[in-house]
C-alpha cells in the first residue's frame, strides 16, 4: 500500500467494487466445523462472501438440534422456525451455531448396530446453509481433536480431508456424514478414486474382503467404457446386525457429491460379496445422472441390465445364467402391473408395479444397445453413448427428466434410437416385448428356461456383449488420444 501513488490511489474505488462484485458472486462461503472429542457437540463458524437472507437446513428435523445460533457479534440468539431461520430484514454475514451432535446421530437409521467410536450424522440435520446457485460454492474446513476423522461426499481440496467444497447437486436424499474413528481407504480404480469409510459396529466385519470386494466391483463398473463414471465417489460401508445374506441394502445418494451407501451383515460369508449384485447395481446408478423419482424406471432399468452385463463381463456368472436372468425379470416385469405404462407404474408406489419399475428400462436398454451395435456392425454400442455421456455431463448437479436424458443420447449417436424407445413405450400400458431381439440373439426359451444357439443372426453381437475387455488398454487408449 505504501508505494501507491495518488493517481493509483483515484482507481482504488473501481477496484474495490470489482471486488465487492466478485466476492458476491464467485468467491465461496466458508464454514469452519469444530467436532469435540467426544462426539457430542458440533460448532460451525459461517462466514458468507455477501449477506445471505435466507438460511435453512435440508431435513425438518434439524431445529431439534440446533443449541443455539447468533451472529458472530455475539448479538441476540436467532431464532428457529422449523428448518428456516428468522434472520433479521438487512441479513447476515456470519453466522455461529452450536448443534446437539450426539442426539442428531440418533436418528440415522444404523445407528443402534454402531460402535461408540463413530456416529453419522447426515449435513441435512447440521448444515444450515444459503440456496447454492450455478455460481455459489460453500468451502467447509474440519478443526477436528487428534485422532478424529471426518468422511463427507463433498469434494476434497486439501491431502488430509478436512477441506471441501460443496457444490450444487440433485439432493436426491440425505447424504451421510460420519464423524470418530474409522477404517478410511482410497482405493483407486481406472479414471477414480474411491474414498472408501468402513464403520466399526458392534460386530467386527473383515475390512480386507470389503475393501476387495469394493474395488473388484468398481472395477466392473469401470469395464463399461474404461473409466469410473465419478472421480471421487465417497463409498460408506455400515455393519448391521443380523439378516439374510451378506449384503443387505444400498443405495446412492446425490447430495453434495455421489455417495454409495452399503450396509452388510457382518456375520455373513465374504466370499457372497463377489457373487452379489447390490454394489456393482448401486455403482451402476452413476452412470445415468439423477433422474426426477417419475422416470425412476429408467435409472433403474438401465443399473439391472448394467448388472448382469458388468458381473457377466468379470466373471460372476455366465452368459447362459445372465440372459436368464435378464429373461426371468422381463417376465416379473410383465406380470407386474399390465395395465400400467412405464411412467405410470413409477408414480405408483404399489407392491404390484416395482417389478414393472425395475424391468422395464431393462428392456429398453437391451433393445437399445442391440440396435446400436447392429446398425454398426458392432463399432458403436450403448457402452460408448454412455462414455460420451459421461464425458459431456457427469457428474451432473442437477435433476434430469427421462425425455431430457434421451435426447440428449441421441445427440450422442448418428441416428436416434433412444427418443423413439421412449414414444413408443414410456406411456404405453404393458411392457416392451423382448421376444423379436431374444429370438434374434439366438436366446430361444423353453419353460422359462433360456439356451443359447450358436448359429443366430445376431450370435456375434450376443457375444460381443459380454466379452471382458482389459479397462487398463482402454484406458491407456483414451489417455493416448487426449494428449
Ligand atoms: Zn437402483
Same mark, same amino acid.
Given at each position: 500500500?505504501?508505494?501507491?501513488?495518488?493517481?493509483?490511489?483515484?482507481?482504488?474505488?473501481?477496484?474495490?467494487?470489482?471486488?465487492?462484485?466478485?466476492?458476491?458472486?464467485?468467491?465461496?462461503?466458508?464454514?469452519?466445523?469444530?467436532?469435540?472429542?467426544?462426539?457430542?457437540?458440533?460448532?460451525?463458524?459461517?462466514?458468507?462472501?455477501?449477506?445471505?437472507?435466507?438460511?435453512?437446513?435440508?431435513?425438518?428435523?434439524?431445529?431439534?438440534?440446533?443449541?443455539?445460533?447468533?451472529?458472530?457479534?455475539?448479538?441476540?440468539?436467532?431464532?428457529?422456525?422449523?428448518?428456516?431461520?428468522?434472520?433479521?430484514?438487512?441479513?447476515?454475514?456470519?453466522?455461529?451455531?452450536?448443534?446437539?451432535?450426539?442426539?442428531?446421530?440418533?436418528?440415522?437409521?444404523?445407528?443402534?448396530?454402531?460402535?461408540?467410536?463413530?456416529?453419522?450424522?447426515?449435513?441435512?440435520?447440521?448444515?444450515?446453509?444459503?440456496?447454492?446457485?450455478?455460481?455459489?460454492?460453500?468451502?467447509?474446513?474440519?478443526?477436528?481433536?487428534?485422532?478424529?476423522?471426518?468422511?463427507?461426499?463433498?469434494?476434497?481440496?486439501?491431502?488430509?480431508?478436512?477441506?471441501?467444497?460443496?457444490?450444487?447437486?440433485?439432493?436426491?436424499?440425505?447424504?451421510?456424514?460420519?464423524?470418530?474413528?474409522?477404517?478410511?481407504?482410497?482405493?483407486?480404480?481406472?479414471?477414480?478414486?474411491?474414498?472408501?469409510?468402513?464403520?466399526?459396529?458392534?460386530?467386527?466385519?473383515?475390512?480386507?474382503?470389503?475393501?476387495?470386494?469394493?474395488?473388484?466391483?468398481?472395477?466392473?463398473?469401470?469395464?463399461?467404457?474404461?473409466?469410473?463414471?465419478?472421480?471421487?465417489?465417497?463409498?460408506? &460401508?455400515?455393519?448391521?446386525?443380523?439378516?439374510?445374506?451378506?449384503?443387505?441394502?444400498?443405495?446412492?445418494?446425490?447430495?453434495?457429491?455421489?455417495?454409495?451407501?452399503?450396509?452388510?451383515?457382518?456375520?455373513?460369508?465374504?466370499?457372497?460379496?463377489?457373487?452379489?449384485?447390490?454394489?456393482?447395481?448401486?455403482?451402476?446408478?452413476?452412470?445415468?445422472?439423477?433422474?426426477?423419482?417419475?422416470?425412476?424406471?429408467?435409472?433403474?432399468?438401465?443399473?439391472?441390465?448394467?448388472?448382469?452385463?458388468?458381473?457377466?463381463?468379470?466373471?460372476?456368472?455366465?452368459?447362459?445364467?445372465?440372459?436368464?436372468?435378464?429373461?426371468?425379470?422381463?417376465?416379473?416385469?410383465?406380470?407386474?402391473?399390465?395395465?400400467?405404462?412405464?411412467?405410470?407404474?413409477?408414480?405408483?408406489?404399489?407392491?404390484?408395479?416395482?417389478?414393472?419399475?425395475?424391468?422395464?428400462?431393462?428392456?429398453?436398454?437391451?433393445?437399445?444397445?442391440?440396435?446400436?451395435?447392429?446398425?454398426?456392425?458392432?463399432?458403436?454400442?450403448?457402452?460408448?453413448?454412455?462414455?460420451?455421456?459421461?464425458?459431456?455431463?457427469?457428474?451432473?448437479?442437477?435433476?434430469?427428466?427421462?425425455?431430457?436424458?434421451?435426447?440428449?443420447?441421441?445427440?450422442?449417436?448418428?441416428?436416434? &434410437?433412444?427418443?423413439?424407445?421412449?414414444?413408443?413405450?414410456?406411456?404405453?400400458?404393458?411392457?416392451?416385448?423382448?421376444?423379436? &431381439?431374444?429370438?434374434?440373439?439366438?436366446?430361444?426359451?423353453?419353460?422359462?428356461?433360456?439356451?443359447?444357439?450358436?448359429?443366430?443372426?445376431?450370435?456375434?453381437?450376443?457375444?460381443?456383449?459380454?466379452?471382458?475387455?482389459?479397462?487398463?488398454?482402454?484406458?491407456?487408449?483414451?489417455?493416448?488420444?487426449?494428449?
Amino acid at each position: 500500500m505504501k508505494f501507491l501513488s495518488f493517481t493509483k490511489l483515484t482507481f482504488l474505488p473501481v477496484f474495490a467494487l470489482l471486488l465487492s462484485c466478485t466476492s458476491a458472486f464467485g468467491a465461496p462461503h466458508r464454514y469452519t466445523v469444530n467436532v469435540d472429542y467426544t462426539l457430542s457437540r458440533l460448532t460451525v463458524e459461517a462466514h458468507y462472501s455477501a449477506p445471505v437472507h435466507n438460511i435453512r437446513a435440508r431435513s425438518r428435523n434439524a431445529s431439534r438440534f440446533m443449541l443455539d445460533v447468533r451472529g458472530c457479534d455475539d448479538g441476540p440468539a436467532i431464532r428457529v422456525r422449523s428448518r428456516r431461520l428468522l434472520l433479521p430484514d438487512d441479513g447476515v454475514k456470519c453466522l455461529k451455531y452450536t448443534v446437539d451432535l450426539s442426539r442428531a446421530a440418533k436418528e440415522y437409521r444404523g445407528a443402534r448396530y454402531l460402535a461408540s467410536q463413530n456416529i453419522v450424522v447426515s449435513p441435512s440435520l447440521w448444515l444450515w446453509r444459503p440456496a447454492l446457485d450455478d455460481d455459489a460454492e460453500i468451502r467447509v474446513q474440519f478443526q477436528l481433536p487428534e485422532d478424529i476423522q471426518v468422511s463427507v461426499p463433498w469434494k476434497s481440496l486439501d491431502g488430509d480431508n478436512t477441506l471441501f467444497a460443496i457444490l450444487d447437486s440433485p439432493e436426491s436424499a440425505s447424504a451421510p456424514a460420519v464423524f470418530g474413528r474409522f477404517d478410511y481407504r482410497e482405493i483407486t480404480v481406472p479414471g477414480s478414486t474411491l474414498r472408501l469409510t468402513m464403520l466399526s459396529g458392534n460386530t467386527a466385519m473383515n475390512h480386507d474382503a470389503v475393501v476387495n470386494w469394493i474395488r473388484a466391483t468398481a472395477t466392473d463398473v469401470s469395464l463399461t467404457y474404461g473409466r469410473f463414471p465419478n472421480p471421487s465417489p465417497q463409498v460408506v &460401508v455400515v455393519p448391521v446386525g443380523g439378516g439374510r445374506g451378506t449384503v443387505a441394502f444400498g443405495r446412492v445418494v446425490r447430495d453434495g457429491g455421489e455417495t454409495v451407501e452399503l450396509l452388510i451383515n457382518p456375520d455373513g460369508d465374504t466370499a457372497e460379496f463377489f457373487t452379489d449384485w447390490t454394489a456393482t447395481h448401486e455403482f451402476s446408478h452413476m452412470l445415468l445422472p439423477y433422474l426426477d423419482s417419475s422416470f425412476h424406471w429408467i435409472s433403474e432399468g438401465f443399473s439391472q441390465y448394467y448388472q448382469n452385463i458388468l458381473l457377466t463381463r468379470s466373471g460372476a456368472y455366465d452368459a447362459q445364467k445372465m440372459w436368464q436372468k435378464l429373461y426371468s425379470g422381463f417376465e416379473r416385469g410383465r406380470k407386474s402391473s399390465p395395465d400400467l405404462s412405464p411412467n405410470e407404474s413409477t408414480g405408483r408406489r404399489g407392491r404390484n408395479s416395482r417389478m414393472k419399475v425395475y424391468w422395464s428400462g431393462a428392456a429398453l436398454a437391451l433393445m437399445a444397445d442391440v440396435t446400436l451395435r447392429e446398425r454398426s456392425n458392432g463399432k458403436e454400442t450403448l457402452d460408448d453413448v454412455l462414455d460420451r455421456l459421461q464425458l459431456c455431463c457427469l457428474p451432473s448437479s442437477r435433476t434430469w427428466t427421462g425425455p431430457e436424458l434421451f435426447t440428449k443420447l441421441d445427440t450422442l449417436v448418428s441416428e436416434p &434410437v433412444f427418443m423413439p424407445l421412449y414414444r413408443r413405450y414410456a406411456d404405453t400400458a404393458g411392457f416392451p416385448d423382448t421376444s423379436d &431381439v431374444y429370438a434374434r440373439l439366438g436366446l430361444s426359451v423353453m419353460d422359462d428356461t433360456v439356451s443359447i444357439e450358436q448359429d443366430a443372426e445376431l450370435a456375434s453381437i450376443r457375444e460381443a456383449m459380454t466379452v471382458t475387455h482389459s479397462p487398463t488398454a482402454r484406458w491407456r487408449d483414451r489417455l493416448a488420444a487426449d494428449d
